[in-house]
């Protein structure tokens, strides 16, 4: 696991890597990978859930409890429930997303993924898509691209691509910022 990309430290990491293992012992990588998705999509989008994961006031009993329901509503069971009952248990809560993470890095890797967000003023058609991905292919070294496409029109035009640890910043805003700042430093 020397290569980069492969790269998870600290106790997320360690966590991560062991969910990896034993995933991989198992055949389930996918369906970890699928079942841990889904649950940091539900995590970001409840700032209730954020509380829940992240503050030290509620107990691991009840964190647990809390945490069970959600995994049921979710159907997310087997090796990926088991997981975040052991986080809860451990009081590891406040890094879970950091451990998603982790093993989505090592996840990636093995299947010799690269991981891309570009943010665009508008909505990409499904040719500007594929066009996209196939520079992007090119950058990563031949390596497949998993795509997430977010609109944001305040960048006014243009893209901002996130590759792995590399980002590059072509946005209208960005270059209007320069030239403004440019504009003060002379006058």
Do not use: C
Not at 1 to 6: C, G
Not at 35 to 41: I, V
Not at 49 to 70: D, Y
Not at 82 to 101: C, E, G, S, Y
């Amino acid at each position: 696991m020397a290569e980069e990309s492969e790269h998870v430290s600290g106790v997320a990491g360690r966590y991560a890597s062991a969910l990896y293992s034993l995933a991989h012992d198992q055949r389930q990588t996918a369906e970890v990978a699928a079942a841990l998705a889904t649950l940091d999509a539900m995590i970001a989008a409840s700032a209730d859930l954020q509380r829940l994961v992240r503050s030290p006031v509620f107990s691991s009993a009840e964190q647990t409890k809390a945490l069970n329901a959600l995994l049921a509503r979710a159907e997310i069971s087997g090796v990926a429930a088991n997981f975040v009952r052991l986080v809860a248990q451990k009081r590891r809560l406040f890094a879970l997303r950091d451990m998603i993470r982790g093993y989505n890095k090592l996840y990636d890797a093995a299947r010799g993924v690269t991981r891309a967000e570009v943010t665009s003023a508008a909505p990409l058609s499904d040719e500007q898509v594929a066009a996209l991905k196939d520079q992007l292919r090119g950058t990563a070294g031949g390596k497949d691209v998993d795509l997430a496409v977010k609109v944001d029109p305040a960048i006014i035009g243009g893209l901002v691509v996130k590759l792995g640890s590399r980002m590059v910043d072509g946005s209208l805003r960005t270059k209007l910022n320069a030239i403004r700042t440019a504009m003060k430093e002379v006058g």
